[in-house]
């Protein structure tokens, strides 16, 4: 009983590697993988050569830290995480890093990224029950929505810790309706992401 059920369990790992390999979602990990390194080199690139010829780095988040309330701070993050993303994470993970208690603010900025990554998700709910901007919307989403039918939460996971727009792939996981516990699950890997950052970021400020 036992080898029948580890030849069943390498069965179904073996199916699932040949039909991700077959979808192309090695390369699809292997590209963003590529595409992350470069935002992340030339981010550490521009705070370097900003703190060194233009302006101190760590007096201007000094200066953020002192001029805007934390809960003023979080509260755009939150919102940018809300919609599509459209404020770099790592400026706030910078900020937090500055802040009178760097891991309690990193932690705050992962949980207002996870929330708004679930505000992301319903709002994908609710596209779809309005029929005009679900149609726009899978025009204009068609190649995420795709790769979201595909690989599910193996695709939410990819979104969670690489440096491509979280609110995308929530949004798209909302359209589609994927399992809401698993999404909510899987979403979890947003806070390695923050820490793993703050690991390098945290250095340089």
């Known amino acids: 009983m036992k080898e ?8 179904r790992i073996r199916l699932l590697h040949q039909y991700y390999n077959y979808t192309g979602f090695y390369s699809f990990v292997w590209n963003s993988l590529k595409k992350a390194v470069l935002p992340i080199v030339l981010f550490v690139g521009a705070l370097w050569a900003i703190d060194h010829y233009l302006l101190d780095i760590e007096d201007m ?3 953020i830290t002192e001029t805007y309330a934390p809960a003023e701070v979080l509260s755009i993050f939150f919102l940018s995480e809300s919609l599509l993303g ?3 994470p790592e400026l706030f993970i910078a900020w937090a890093g500055k802040s009178a208690s760097p891991m309690i603010f990193l932690t705050l900025l992962a949980t207002a990224s996870y929330l708004g990554g679930i505000v992301s998700y319903y709002i994908g709910v609710g ?16 190649k995420h929505i795709k790769n979201t ?6 695709l939410i996971i990819v979104g969670a810790l ?8 929530s949004i798209a996981a909302g359209i589609i309706k994927f399992p809401f516990s698993s999404y909510l699950i899987f979403g979890l890997l947003r806070y390695a992401r923050f820490y793993l950052y ?7 400020v």
């Open 4 to 11: 029948r059920a580890k030849s069943k369990k390498k069965s």
């Open 61 to 63: 988040l000094v200066l």
């Open 86 to 88: 459209l404020v770099p």
């Open 127 to 142: 596209i779809t029950k309005i029929p005009a901007v679900h149609e726009a919307m899978e025009l204009k989403m068609a």
């Open 149 to 154: 039918r595909k690989w599910g939460g193996f």
């Open 162 to 169: 690489l440096p491509i727009p979280f609110a995308m792939t």
């Open 198 to 204: 703050a690991l390098v970021i945290f250095e340089m």
